[in-house]
């Protein structure tokens, strides 16, 4: 970016599987046959400890955003994902600095799902990572496959406005699979079936904040639809409630100046404009 203050994007595309081992030797041998290439040396081991910030209602994760500060690993820092897809999420990043604030760009950023409410520590996650890097037949890397040991706790507002830890730890282990370089959703796929011959299943969750806030948050409110039958009035406020969801997860991208951004937010609120102007009633 001409901008060096500007934050970094990092498009990451990631499936999480259910695993209470560790993947052994014969299981990285096949899924490295998988994404084509040779079977990687031993893991790279990494401690992370990330913080992951919210409002008190939740309303970033309920947005399906998360904002964390990490320490460790190779890309410690500050992160707001967003979400870009299928599988894929875009990881706006700012530099660790010393501060607990969280940074004024991302903030920003995801404003239109915090509406400016506090933004405040929700979870302490710990994960112990083993990482094997996955190559195609070329010997360029294409995925990363990561044992992680996760430890999280809950938080809340303690004393002077610090934070307590709420509930008692909570436990588990997972496999990820990542892809980098030139890496495509073909690759994932085959690593997927390999996982599956192997009984080694997707996750429930797609993030492991969600896993550990699922309790928290209330269910969605029924979605209009404009079923076949559907009164007139139904069918518009679906088509609204469209037009609305769209603003909303429009307005990171446009803030973002991304490619495309403002043209999509100016054509759901037209939509939206000409709809209110034609059925009035």
Request: proline fraction near 7%; charge should be negative; aromatic fraction near 4%.
């Amino acid at each position: 970016m001409g901008n060096g203050n500007a934050p970094q994007v990092v498009r990451e595309t990631e499936r999480k599987y259910e695993s209470a081992e560790p993947p052994g030797a014969e299981l990285i041998a096949e899924l490295a046959a998988a994404a084509g290439g040779a079977t990687p040396a031993a893991p790279a081991r990494h401690e992370l400890s990330a913080t992951y910030y919210d409002t008190a209602d939740l309303r970033l994760l309920r947005s399906k955003l998360t904002l964390r500060r990490r320490v460790g690993g190779d890309d410690a820092g500050w992160h707001l994902k967003l979400p870009a897809g299928a599988d894929s999420r875009d990881e706006v990043r700012r530099p660790l600095g010393r501060a607990r604030k969280p940074p004024q760009p991302l903030v920003t950023l995801s404003r239109a799902a915090h509406r400016d409410a506090p933004l405040e520590p929700v979870v302490e996650l710990d994960t112990v990572r083993n990482e094997w890097t996955l190559t195609d037949s070329h010997g360029e890397a294409v995925a990363t496959v990561t044992d992680d040991r996760v430890t999280a706790r809950t938080l809340g507002a303690g004393a002077g406005g610090g934070t307590s830890v709420e509930t008692e730890p909570l436990e588990w282990a997972e496999i990820e699979v990542e892809l980098i370089g030139q890496g495509t959703v073909d690759v994932l796929d085959r690593i997927d079936e390999a996982l599956q011959r192997a009984g080694v299943h997707r996750s429930a969750s797609s993030s492991k904040l969600g896993r550990v806030l699922a309790d928290r948050i209330p269910p969605a409110p029924p979605r209009p639809e404009a079923s076949t039958d559907a009164t007139a009035g139904d069918v518009v406020l679906a088509y609204v409630t469209e037009q609305a969801e769209t603003i909303h997860a429009t307005d990171p991208r446009v803030r973002r100046d991304a490619p495309d951004g403002v043209h999509a937010m100016r054509v759901a609120c037209r939509r939206m404009r000409s709809t209110f102007q034609s059925f009035r009633a």
